[in-house]
């Protein structure tokens, strides 16, 4: 199993930085007749890293990897056998159906990097801050599942 963390976007040299991108052109042209991915290594920010670089539109895709370290293994994670209910499971479906749509990556942003900029603000303006904590809920999946289906219907 490969894990991935980070993409980049690599394209071309400036020609008037002394780049003039014929070896970028033929190694991708290269790679994409052969269907081939290249396995790289950088030092960034005084950190070695590896990567999959594979041909992307006009330039290329760099996937950064972890090291096979930094990835916990299947034998670490508990997994308790249950066993799935035939009515849990066909409310699930009708859940995940109704649940499905075209994904828009335009429509998302990181906000929690704002929130705690916010929060850090209004301390230091001297704002007093309240964390609000909430009881541990006890559910039921079933009950979780028909009150999604209800409003979903609505």
């Known amino acids: ?12 040299e400036n020609p008037k930085k002394s780049g003039s991108g014929q070896s970028f052109h033929l190694i991708k042209e290269v790679m994409e007749k052969k269907e081939k991915v290249a396995v790289v290594k950088w030092v960034q920010r005084n950190n070695e890293y590896i990567g999959m ?5 006009e330039g290329f895709l760099l996937k950064q990897l972890l090291y096979f370290e930094q990835v916990r293994s299947l034998e670490e994670v508990e997994i308790i056998k249950a066993p799935v209910d035939e009515d849990l499971l066909k409310k699930a479906f009708q859940v ?29 303006a001297g704002e007093e801050l309240i964390p609000e904590i909430k009881p ?7 009950k979780e599942l028909e009150k999604m289906l209800a409003m979903m219907e609505e």
Not at 53 to 57: G, H
Not at 104 to 122: A, C, F, G, P, V
């Open 1 to 12: 199993m490969i894990c991935l963390f980070k993409p980049y976007y690599l394209g071309t």
């Open 136 to 142: 541990p809920e006890t559910r039921s999946l079933e």
């Open 96 to 124: 995940v159906d109704n649940m499905t749509f075209d994904f828009d990556w335009t429509q998302y942003s990181e906000t929690y990097n704002q929130q705690l900029r916010e929060l850090i603000e209004k301390k230091a």
């Open 53 to 57: 670089l594979q041909s992307y539109e």
